[in-house]
């Protein structure tokens, strides 16, 4: 089992900047992929941006954050963070941590959310 906790969600004003983490723990050695999506208010749950180790060009955004979110990741510290700039109020959502098992074509493990909102 792998546990996923999310933080670094608040309000902030459109044009500004968040940084969210995930810290992973249990069997994470047994992971290939992680991810952050986010659901926002009356919408269905969305990949933002992917990050996978078992590929060398293993990155992946949404055309909705393309130039303005990063994934980044700390393996020592088992913690992956999506860099948010130019944050727009359409960013308003929940936003979810997701780690995927080796071998698996679904995500597999999930963190219960941040939120993040985005004030005009």
């Known amino acids: 089992q792998v546990q996923l906790v999310e933080s670094g969600g608040g309000l902030v004003q459109a044009g500004g900047s968040l940084r969210l983490s995930c810290v992973a723990s249990g069997r994470t050695v047994m992971t290939d992929a992680r991810a952050w999506f986010r659901q926002g208010p009356g919408k269905e749950r969305e990949l933002v941006a992917r990050?996978?180790?078992?590929?060398?060009?293993?990155?992946y955004y949404a055309d909705s954050v393309k130039g303005r979110f990063t994934i980044s990741r700390d393996n020592d510290k088992n913690t992956i963070y999506l860099h948010m700039d130019s944050l727009k109020p359409e960013d308003t959502a929940i936003y979810y941590c997701?780690?995927?098992?080796?071998?698996?074509?679904?995500?597999?493990?999930w963190g219960r959310g941040t939120q993040v909102t985005v004030s005009s």
């Open positions: 997701a780690a995927r098992r080796m071998g698996a074509t679904a995500f597999d493990y």
């Open positions: 990050f996978s180790w078992s590929s060398s060009s293993s990155t």
